[in-house]
């Protein structure tokens, strides 16, 4: 265990990267569908943050250490989405070399890199106007308001999977009280039921709890588990 985090929140973390490298490599480069991006990064987010915890083993609280394990692994998966993202862009902002399908035009006469990016977006219906209106007049005030656009949108993405491991933590710390609640009950019902009423049940549970055992925990958790 660690000063701040538990052990299991730093392998949360690593595999929350591991988790950010796949989805990049697969949405920004192999299939290129960057809202499919947006979406899968609070759910990582969510998944991380719940997974942190159950590999710490924090079933017993406290919660602040829940929160914490859930939100450091959630935030080092962000900063991981968000690293991939910018340098994705970077490589594409910096090997445009101005070429073109045939069918928009011929190539853009420019040289490579930022030059060529901005070419891009003047040849754009209405790009100049557009460009003109943001305060954007040339290479230089392109390429500053490009990448402070770029910074904004990875702060976002970190943000939104941060949000989401924090759910994650949250939803652990529900269902986990839940379970130590149902644990604690069936341990007092085991001390008061007569020997019949585990007829049949060779694990101890009396047989008219075992309909509802799995879904105690999910109504515990919903009508606030986190008071235990």
Not at 109 to 134: I, K, M, T
Not at 155 to 162: D, E, W
Not at 215 to 221: M, Y
């Given at each position: ?206 047989v008219h709890d075992r309909a509802t055992r799995g879904i105690h925990p999910v109504i515990v958790c919903i009508g606030g588990a986190g008071h235990g």
């Amino acid at each position: 265990m660690t000063r701040l985090v538990d052990r299991g929140a730093l392998v949360g973390a690593g595999v929350g990267v591991g988790m950010a490298l796949v989805i990049g490599v697969s949405f920004l480069l192999v299939i290129p569908v960057e809202p499919i991006y947006w979406l899968l990064a609070p759910l990582a987010g969510l998944l991380i943050g719940y997974y942190a915890n159950g590999r710490s083993e924090r079933r017993s609280g406290p919660w602040p250490r829940i929160l914490v394990n859930g939100v450091f692994a959630g935030a080092v998966t962000g900063l991981a989405l968000a690293a991939l993202l910018l340098g994705v862009k970077a490589l594409f902002f910096a090997a445009d070399n101005g070429y073109r399908d045939g069918s928009l035009g011929a190539p853009l006469s420019c040289r490579p890199g930022a030059e060529c990016v901005y070419a891009r977006y003047l040849a754009q219906d209405g790009g100049p106007a557009r460009l003109e209106s943001a305060g954007i007049t040339d290479v230089a005030t392109f390429s500053a308001f490009y990448w402070s656009q770029q910074l904004a949108t990875a702060g976002t993405l970190l943000m939104v999977s941060t949000v989401g491991s924090l759910v994650g933590a949250v939803l652990y710390w529900c269902y986990a009280g839940a379970r130590r609640r149902d644990g604690l009950a069936r341990g007092s019902r085991r001390a008061i039921h007569a020997p019949d009423d585990y007829a049949g049940d060779l694990r101890g549970t009396p047989v008219h709890d075992r309909a509802t055992r799995g879904i105690h925990p999910v109504i515990v958790c919903i009508g606030g588990a986190g008071h235990g």
